[in-house]
C-alpha cells in the first residue's frame, strides 16, 4: 500500500526505528532537560523542489526534528511525515 502511495514534493515518510532510547541531560541551575532524538528510515519521498534537493532516498535512515512532524498510521503501522528540511543528518 505504501509504495502505491504519494506525497507532496518536498515531504518523506519515515518509518520510526525502534532503538534503546537515548537521552542526555542538560544540566540547568534550576531544571534538568531531557531531550531525545528522532531517528527514522525513509520508506516514501516526494518529488524533490529543484530549491530544496536533499538527496534523500528511500532507506536512508534520518534524524530529524523531534516537533517537525506529523504521526499517521497507514494501515496500523505508524510513520512519520515530515518536511525534507526538517532533516537534520543523513545515514548512508
Known sequence: ???????????????EIKEPEKTGLIYKPVEVMKQ????????????????????IQIGDK?????NGFVTVD???????LLNAHDVLFIYR
Request: glycine share 12%; aromatic share 2%.
Open 1 to 15: 500500500m505504501i509504495d502505491e502511495g504519494r506525497i507532496l514534493p518536498g515531504r518523506i515518510l519515515v518509518k
Open 36 to 55: 531525545r532524538t528522532h531517528v527514522g528510515e525513509v520508506v516514501l519521498v516526494g518529488d524533490h523542489l529543484p530549491a530544496l534537493d536533499h538527496g
Open 62 to 66: 534520518v534524524l530529524h526534528s523531534p
Open 74 to 80: 497507514i494501515e496500523g503501522e505508524v510513520f512519520r
